[in-house]
């Protein structure tokens, strides 16, 4: 069964971090790249960060590059996302899905339902 199941979100303040924990079942899992996407009220998805499971290679959006880190647990098949100096733009609902780009993960029909992140000012 394809499940993924992300936690780890909360309002913090401007400047403040989050870790978001994505775990998915070991089919699921199997796949080379996953990664995070965040859709705002009344905005487009937009891709977060990728990584490629198996060499660890990285990819990032400008608007979160430096500030973001994507790793993974494969022992676990869990992926994570370390959010550094938030601001409150990064507020949104925060998606785990599958994909080897950007425009991949916002229609991957493989992600889970989602995890809010606020950040007040």
């Known amino acids: 069964q394809v499940q993924l199941v992300e936690s780890g979100g909360g309002s913090v303040q401007s400047g403040g971090s989050l870790r978001l924990s994505c775990a998915a079942s070991r089919y699921t899992y199997s796949n080379a790249c996953m990664g995070w996407f965040r859709q705002a009220p009344g905005k487009e998805r937009e891709g977060v960060a990728i990584i490629n499971k198996m060499n660890g290679a990285t990819f990032y959006a400008d608007a979160v590059q430096g500030r973001f880190t994507i790793s993974r647990d494969n022992a676990k098949n869990t992926v994570f996302l370390q959010m550094n100096s938030l601001k409150p733009e990064d507020t949104a609902m925060y998606y785990c899905?599958?994909?080897?780009?950007?425009?991949?993960?916002?229609?991957?029909?493989?992600r889970g339902r989602g995890t809010q992140v606020t950040v007040s000012s």
């Open positions: 899905a599958q994909g080897c780009t950007l425009p991949d993960l916002t229609t991957s029909n493989i």
